[in-house]
């Protein structure tokens, strides 16, 4: 009888990862490696890194490979025809829409990092495929949108972020029949607090982009690792807890906790409060969400209570991070809001991972953004991406006169 590991009755499933040669990426190829009978990597597109994508297209032999601009698309091509490497290379938007929503795709990790992301994860919820994402800003920027699209198109959606897996693995199979329906009273979204959790307020002022992007826990891109340390990162996740699991925002509750070894828990209203719990390795939520609802190797250490010894908690600061206040305010004003604080944010990250702005001013600008741009509703696509483009143009402008220099 074929049984739930019996590989007769495993079907390899056909993988494109959206950002392939980020950190979440990498964790993906890595977990594809570990299971061939199980995974094959169909597409892998990145923005422009062609010499590590041209290295993990000779390691995983993809149909297909896609790089931002055509002409690091050609010079990917002709190096592929040198090596007689059969990968057709592709290039652009409408080369990340097609190959989310192909028949030949089981599945879509959305790993691309920001806005850039919205529309090829969009294609994919509309061609009913199962969704691994990690990209917040995909519901951050359009979560009515794209929640309407996944209901209607029959697409299945597993959150990869570590504390909304943790959340899903926490709730009950049937969650969206509604959070109070299932006795659950309160979402505890944890955080580690970032790198500055217990910095001297006036050392803030100085503080590097090498600083800012030296998370004490997790290795991760450069712009979640400067969200991390302005919280930022737990505000926009507050907006992803929200969509994912048709939480009001009353119901999140941000809880500080600098070990990140409950990546968070929901209390429900008998005093039971279920937590998931592991060591920091994104290689656990991406093969959850790979193997879903199975269970696969991942290749990360066993935890060690003995080792960890004690656990904390403390409750977050909305002074010292004035950033997860601003994400509660958007997601409270609904619409175009949370898409332009997001767009904000991220022209005031780049800059300031280019020196021209300093940390502090990254708060400054996403609440100058705010007030110089009201919200419309979240109607359509071109809402969100007119409020997105708009956004971007006051801010870099903000950023160009110096305002918060
Ligand atoms: P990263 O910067 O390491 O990688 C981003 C990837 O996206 C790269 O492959 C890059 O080439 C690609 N990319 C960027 N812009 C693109 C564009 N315009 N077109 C095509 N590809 C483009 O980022 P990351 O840390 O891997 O994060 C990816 C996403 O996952 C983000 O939304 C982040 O918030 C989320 N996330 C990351 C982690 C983590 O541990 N790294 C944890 C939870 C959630
Ligand atoms: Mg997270």
């Known amino acids: ?22 950190s979440i990426g990498l964790s993906t190829l890595d977990v594809i490696r570990r299971h061939p009978d199980r995974y094959r990597a169909f597409a892998l597109c990145a923005h422009s890194q062609v010499d590590k994508l041209y290295e993990q297209c000779l390691e995983f032999q993809p ?13 990917l091509a002709e190096r592929f025809v040198a090596v007689g490497l059969k990968t057709e290379v592709r290039h652009g938007i409408e080369a990340l829409v097609e190959l989310s929503s192909l028949s030949e795709v089981d599945a ?11 529309e090829p994860t969009l294609a994919a919820a509309k061609a009913g495929k199962k969704i691994m994402l990690a990209n917040k800003e995909v519901l951050v920027m359009a979560g009515e949108l794209f929640m309407r699209a996944v209901r209607e198109h ?47 307020l006036v050392d803030l002022a100085g503080v590097t982009p090498e600083q800012a992007c030296a998370h004490p826990n997790w290795v991760m891109g450069r712009k979640i690792s400067v969200d991390s340390a302005t919280m930022m990162n737990k505000g926009l ?27 968070s828990a929901v209390q429900y209203v008998d005093g039971s409060v279920l937590a998931q719990m592991g060591n920091p390795d994104m290689r656990t939520p991406i093969a959850f969400s790979m193997a879903w609802p ?6 990360v250490e066993p935890l060690d209570l003995f080792k960890i010894a004690h656990l904390d908690f403390v409750a977050p600061d909305f002074e010292r991070f004035r950033c997860l206040q601003l994400a509660y305010d958007v997601l409270r004003e609904g619409g175009t809001a ?43 696509l071109a809402d969100v991406l007119a409020a997105d483009s708009e956004a971007r143009r006051i801010a870099g402008k903000m950023v160009q006169e110096r305002c918060f220099a």
């Open 154 to 200: 029959g697409a299945t959606l597993l959150p990869v972020d570590s504390e909304h897996n943790a959340i899903f693995q926490s709730l009950p199979g049937d969650f969206s029949r509604g959070l109070n329906q299932c006795g659950v009273q309160k979402i505890l979204l944890t955080a580690s607090g970032g790198p500055f959790r217990n910095t001297p």
């Open 63 to 75: 149909s297909f490979a896609v790089l931002r601009d055509a002409k690091l698309a050609a010079q």
């Open 338 to 380: 949370p898409a332009i604080l997001n767009a904000a944010n991220e022209v005031a990250v780049a800059a300031f991972l280019d020196g021209h702005l300093p940390f502090l001013g990254i708060a400054k600008l996403d609440e100058a953004v705010l007030q110089a741009l009201p919200a419309g509703p979240e109607g359509s």
């Open 294 to 299: 199975e269970r696969i190797a991942a290749g």
């Open 108 to 118: 879509v990790m959305a790993a691309i990092v920001g806005a850039a992301g919205l």
């Open 237 to 263: 996740e507050v907006i992803e807890a929200h969509w994912l699991f048709n939480a009001p925002p009353e119901m999140i509750q941000v809880v500080v906790h600098p070990q990140s070894v409950i990546h």
């Open 1 to 22: 009888m074929a049984g739930l590991f019996d590989p007769v009755s495993i079907k390899v499933q056909s993988i494109t990862v959206l950002g392939s040669t980020g």
